[in-house]
């Protein structure tokens, strides 16, 4: 079945790197994700990844995809306090196209 | 650009009440879903609509019914609500449901409680 794995929690200074980390279990997924939730807010799309691609830049994000290991990252440079919100890790399944959401990780910016 | 439109934004229900979460896209997408988001569970799928007329159950659809009234709107009904059905429910919609790369645009949430 498809089932998406994250940490729950991280905590880093203001400044530092932040990565976020991701295990999926469906190898014919096509596309996977990264959303942002804020507060009692709606879910933001930060990026996604084709499978075919190994890492995808996007000014201070990082996406890297290990496609044998079924393992997704997101690294944050430079983390801010503005970064602290929950972030999910998202993959596309094929029937319907519907998105397998995990658990979120709750990042937390101490400054 | 309203992209996806949910109502309403927050609800308390008694539990035996009925009441249907409204969602409307004005982005003249095919796919429509509805999830709900607990602490520690991420989104779990209730429902989702891959194209006008068609629907399917998700992850999660006990106890929720839906209806794909016409393309833009997809509508949630709770027909006897429980405690356990205290949630935030987000509507979502995307241009295709088949395994591409097009975004999927999330509405702003609906908090719902029951008592």
């Known amino acids: 079945g498809e089932d998406v794995e994250q940490s729950l929690f991280l905590s880093v200074r203001e400044g530092d790197s932040s990565v976020i980390n991701c295990t999926y279990t469906?190898?014919?997924?096509?596309?996977l994700y990264w959303y942002k939730q804020e507060p009692g807010a709606g879910l933001q799309l930060l990026t996604y990844i084709f499978s075919n691609m190994d890492m995808k830049q996007d000014q201070r994000l990082t996406v890297l995809l290990n496609k044998k290991d079924k393992h997704l990252s997101l690294r944050i440079a430079d983390t801010q306090t503005g970064d602290s919100a929950i972030y999910f890790c998202?993959?596309?399944?094929?029937?319907?196209?519907?998105?397998?959401f995990g658990q979120g990780t709750e990042l937390s910016v101490k400054p | 650009n309203a992209g996806v439109t949910q109502t309403p934004k927050f609800q308390v229900l008694k539990t035996g009440q009925s009441m249907t979460l409204q969602c409307a896209q004005d982005?003249?997408?095919?796919?429509m879903y509805w999830y709900r988001q607990d602490p520690g569970m991420g989104l779990r799928l209730i429902y989702y609509?891959?194209?006008?007329?068609?629907?399917d159950k998700g992850e999660v659809p006990n106890g929720y019914n839906v209806s794909r009234l016409n393309k833009r709107e997809f509508s949630l009904r709770l027909e006897s609500a429980a405690p356990s059905q205290t949630s935030v429910y987000f509507c979502a919609s995307s241009e295709d449901g088949t395994y591409t790369g097009n975004t999927i645009y999330f509405g702003e949430g609906s908090w719902l409680t029951v008592v």
């Open positions: 469906d190898s014919s997924s096509t596309y």
């Open positions: 609509s891959a194209s006008e007329g068609t629907t």
């Open positions: 982005m003249n997408h095919n796919s």
């Open positions: 998202a993959e596309r399944s094929k029937q319907g196209g519907k998105l397998i």
